[in-house]
């Protein structure tokens, strides 16, 4: 069974930086798509980034440039960055696993709250 577990979140000043991490058991992080979707309070869910199991990565225009998704193998573990971060970052953090026969698994989230 997969299970993916954030961490990381928590409330920081606009500018400052939070590092999410998401450990993965059950499945491969570096054999399937792993991304980052987010909720913000009263919106919908939107995709913020993704890392391929060839290495490839893609982001949402808003993040470009100040967030980064990376993955560590050997742990098992996708992070994603966030650098510059914007009250308009608000909101929870989901990390999803996608398989090759169109399954989505998603964490329960971790909450990022940045203050202005």
């Known amino acids: 069974q997969v299970q993916l577990v954030e961490s990381g979140g928590g409330l920081v000043q606009a500018g400052g930086s939070l590092r999410l991490s998401c450990a993965a058991s059950?499945?491969?992080?570096?054999?399937?798509?792993m991304g980052w979707y987010r909720q913000a309070p009263g919106k919908q869910r939107e995709w913020v980034a993704l890392?391929?199991?060839?290495?490839?990565?893609n982001y949402l225009d808003f993040v470009q440039g100040r967030f980064t998704i990376s993955r560590d193998n050997t742990k098992n573990t996708v992070y994603l960055q966030m650098n510059e971060l914007k009250p308009e970052d608000t909101a929870v953090y989901y990390c999803?696993?996608?398989?090759?026969?169109?399954?989505?698994?998603w964490g329960k989230g971790t909450l990022v709250t940045v203050s202005s």
């Open positions: 059950g499945s491969s992080c570096s054999s399937r798509t």
């Open positions: 999803t696993q996608r398989t090759s026969y169109g399954v989505t698994y």
């Open positions: 890392i391929t199991s060839g290495g490839s990565t």
